[in-house]
């Protein structure tokens, strides 16, 4: 009796990941009688689904950073314009500057690891509310690059067009189509499949987790807190930095625009994904699969000609389940631990009669 009840409650740990694919298998499911009734199959086709990819690279990658500092506890709105910032102080250094490729790309990701270790420091030494400092963060590296770039935009010469080469040539569909696979493609899946496996089986990962869920009792075991918490920072502002070079190779152009609003699909992918908001809870899979619902939902829009004001009703819409359906699961497993520690205690007390 003792080892189901177990079983059941791990299970439970488990219910957002499965509520993730629970969702995006009924989304398919909608999307496929809507497309039967349309007789046009444009959404489940091998071309759109690359592009679904390479739409969202850049918020993958940035939201595997993002899952790091939210599940130790933290939050950061300043990713948008911070990836503004590292593509325009990239394409700048190139441009104007003349600097080769590399170092531009090395300038970038070191100045946005520098901004995020410095609020990390704050957030992490200073025991001040994340939400707060990262907001003033965006608000000031937003008028940095607007400052760099004198508000106007900068438009690069292919310099970083190399990210975008296809990896698969000049390979056709069945009816023609050209399918692209991009270097960045690749690199957002690495990236993923990377802080998986860095929160699933490193004792780095185990840290993060335990810092999240309860930060006294983390010290209280020898873990250094602010070591921890201020070091997810620091990957994340590298993530950001190369995601700002990503997203520069695909559209060509740095623009203040170019990161803004990106934080919300960032953080909506995440927690779709299954990170809980009070940290502790949440992995790379399900941050992974989050960017793919999203993703997907976006487009399939696009293809169904819905009006694009909808994909803020929907993304709002998500968000907002996907929070809910998280907070009941933790009501449930919280009902179970109490249920199992009751059940034991009634046992040890009849034994002891």
Do not use: H
Not at 32 to 44: D, N, R, T, W
Not at 63 to 92: F, P, Q, R
Not at 269 to 297: D, E, R, Y
Not at 316 to 335: K, N, Q
Request: charged share 10%; glycine share 12%.
């Amino acid at each position: 009796m003792g080892g189901t009840k177990t079983k059941k409650f791990s299970f439970l740990k488990k219910s957002d990941i499965a509520t993730v694919i629970v969702i995006l298998v009924g989304f398919l499911a909608a999307m496929f009688v809507a497309e039967l009734i349309g007789g046009q199959f444009k959404f489940f086709t091998i071309t759109n689904w690359l592009n679904i990819l390479m739409q969202n690279s850049v918020v993958g990658i940035m939201a595997a950073g993002m899952t790091l500092v939210m599940i130790a506890g933290g939050i950061d709105l300043s990713v948008g314009y911070l990836n503004s910032l590292g593509g325009i102080l990239a394409a700048k250094v190139v441009v104007d500057g003349g600097a080769p490729v590399v170092a531009a790309i090395l300038a970038a990701i070191a100045v946005c690891v520098g901004l995020e270790a410095l609020m990390g420091w704050i957030i992490a030494k200073l025991k001040v509310e994340p939400f707060i400092i990262t907001l003033g963060g965006s608000i000031c590296f937003q008028g940095v690059a607007l400052l760099i770039c004198k508000s106007r935009e900068i438009v690069t010469q292919g310099q970083f067009a190399a990210f975008k080469t296809s990896l698969i040539g000049d390979a056709k569909t069945a009816s023609g189509l050209t399918l692209s696979f991009p270097v960045y493609v690749v690199i957002f899946l690495v990236v993923a499949v990377v802080i998986w496996l860095m929160l699933k089986y490193t004792k780095y990962g185990r840290q993060i987790y335990a810092v999240g869920a309860n930060p006294s009792a983390a010290f209280l075991s020898g873990i250094n807190v602010t070591m921890v918490k201020f070091s997810t920072y620091v990957i994340n502002g590298a993530l950001v930095g190369l995601g700002s070079i990503l997203l520069l190779s695909r559209v060509g152009t740095a623009i203040i625009t170019n990161g803004a609003s990106l934080e919300i699909d960032v953080i909506a992918a995440v927690v779709i994904g299954g990170v809980a908001m009070s940290g502790g809870k949440g992995n790379g899979l399900g941050t992974l699969l989050g960017v793919i619902l999203l993703g997907a939902i976006t487009n399939a829009m696009n293809v169904l000609k819905l009006q694009s004001e909808w994909q803020y009703v929907a993304k709002g819409a998500i968000i907002i389940a996907a929070v809910a359906i998280g907070a009941v699961s933790a009501l449930i497993t919280a009902r179970n631990t109490l249920r199992r520690q009751k059940a034991e205690a009634l046992n040890e007390q009849g034994e002891n009669e």
